[in-house]
C-alpha cells in the first residue's frame, strides 16, 4: 500500500480502523476467556471448591474490567476518527443547515423536574 499519496486524514482513518480491528479481536478473545473461566467457576462450585471459585471470581472480574476498557477504547476510535467520516457524509446529504444530524446543538432538558430528584432552595 502506496501511503506517500494520502491525505492525513485517511491515513489517521485507516490507522484507526486497523486498531479497531485489533480491539476487536482483542473482545473475541476475552469473551472468549470469560467463557472458559465461566464453565471453571460453575464446576468449582458444584464440586464445593470455595477457594478455587474465589480465584476464577478475581480472574472473571479482571477480564470484564479488561473488556469494558477495550470497548471504551473502541468507542474512543470510533467517536474520534470514524464519526467523522459518517458526519462529512451526512453533511453532503443534507447540505443546507439545520437539516444535518446536529440540529439540536444542546441535549434537550425537560421543564419539569423528575420525581426522583429532590430540589432543594
Keep these: 500500500m ?3 499519496n494520502q491525505t492525513p ?3 489517521n482513518r ?6 479497531r480491528a485489533m480491539l476487536l479481536a ?8 470469560l467463557a472458559t ?4 467457576l460453575e464446576r468449582y462450585q ?3 471448591e470455595q477457594t478455587q471459585a474465589r480465584r476464577i471470581r478475581g480472574m472473571i472480574r479482571a477480564a470484564e474490567r479488561e473488556r469494558r476498557s477495550v470497548q471504551d477504547l473502541i468507542a474512543g476510535l470510533e467517536r474520534r476518527f470514524l ?6 457524509s451526512e453533511q453532503v446529504r443534507h447540505p443546507m443547515p439545520g437539516l444535518g444530524p446536529s440540529r439540536h446543538g444542546a441535549a434537550r432538558v425537560h421543564p419539569y423536574p423528575t420525581p426522583h ?3 432543594r432552595t
Design 2 to 4: 502506496d501511503t506517500g
Design 9 to 11: 486524514e485517511s491515513a
Design 14 to 19: 485507516l490507522q484507526a480502523e486497523h486498531l
Design 26 to 33: 482483542q473482545c473475541e478473545q476475552l469473551d472468549a476467556d
Design 37 to 40: 473461566y465461566g464453565c471453571a
Design 46 to 48: 458444584r464440586r464445593g
Design 83 to 88: 464519526a467523522a467520516e459518517h458526519a462529512r
Design 117 to 119: 430528584r429532590v430540589i
